[in-house]
């Protein structure tokens, strides 16, 4: 079975950065990454995904802001999030699935971490 861990969530003031990364603990490639979040009260809003070549793609909210990769050493995924926004504080997950066709839709995406928690103060 396949699990993921995110790391490097914490608390940040407006306009600082922080970078998010997800870890697999077997061999995973190639497949679909996505990052998604959730704020209380709010629906899992997909963010940025990262197909199997190598391709970014971005929701409109965070477009400009936050960078989705991959670290081939390392064989860990990140989001380097920068200029951050109150708005912006929710739990963070990474998934991940070898068939995506749509990176922003959560339902398709069978592997999840457990979140990390990224707070932005004013």
């Known amino acids: 079975q396949v699990r993921l861990v995110e790391s490097g969530g914490g608390s940040v003031q407006s306009g600082g950065s922080l970078r998010l990364s997800c870890a697999a603990n077997s061999y995973t490639y190639p497949w679909y990454i996505g990052w998604f979040r959730q704020a209380p009260g709010k629906e899992r809003e997909g963010l940025a995904g990262?197909?199997?070549?190598?391709?970014?793609s971005y929701a409109d909210s965070v477009k400009g802001r936050f960078t989705i990769g991959q670290d081939n050493a390392k064989k860990t995924w990140y989001l380097q999030m920068n200029n951050l926004k109150p708005e912006d504080t929710a739990t963070y997950y990474c998934?991940?699935?070898?068939?995506?066709?749509?990176?922003?839709?959560?339902?398709?995406?069978?592997?999840w971490g457990q979140g990390t928690q990224v707070t932005v103060s004013s």
């Open positions: 998934a991940g699935d070898p068939y995506i066709s749509e990176w922003w839709v959560a339902g398709e995406y069978r592997y």
């Open positions: 990262l197909s199997k070549n190598g391709n970014p």
